[in-house]
């Protein structure tokens, strides 16, 4: 999917993948700089240009910015990510059908009773 069909004012980009982990980064992916409780996303920027990602998102500022990768900073990489993942994989979830069971007891019942209705489909 091309990076301007998931960004406004993005360079007509080919982009292969999405991914937050550095280490399993793909030629052609994009990547994103998740801040988590152990390690910053941002640390690895250099990694996976290295690698081959042709799309940094990031909040914080990047110190090296490489020629023919995009960088785009938002406020927030983890609502952007859910955004992009949802549009990059074709709205999924506007294809499924969830339903919510609650209660103290009959859950398992209920839930058996619908996977054995739905299943017939």
């Known amino acids: 999917?091309?990076?301007?069909?998931l960004f406004e004012n993005a360079p007509d980009i080919e982009i292969g993948g999405l991914c937050t982990d550095s280490r399993k980064i793909q030629p052609m992916d994009m990547y994103f700089c998740m801040d988590g409780m152990t390690f910053d996303g941002h640390q690895f920027?250099?990694?996976?240009?290295?690698?081959?990602?042709?799309?940094?998102v990031h909040a914080k500022d990047i110190e090296t910015m490489h020629k023919g990768v995009a960088y785009i900073k938002v406020e927030n990489v983890n609502r952007t990510l859910n955004m992009v993942a949802s549009k990059f994989y074709g709205h999924p979830s506007h294809q499924l059908t969830v339903f919510g069971v609650t209660g103290t007891n009959g859950k398992s019942t209920i839930t058996s009773i619908i996977k054995d209705v739905y299943s017939h489909f």
């Open 1 to 5: 999917m091309k990076l301007s069909l």
């Open 45 to 56: 920027v250099e990694e996976v240009v290295e690698k081959g990602a042709v799309c940094i």
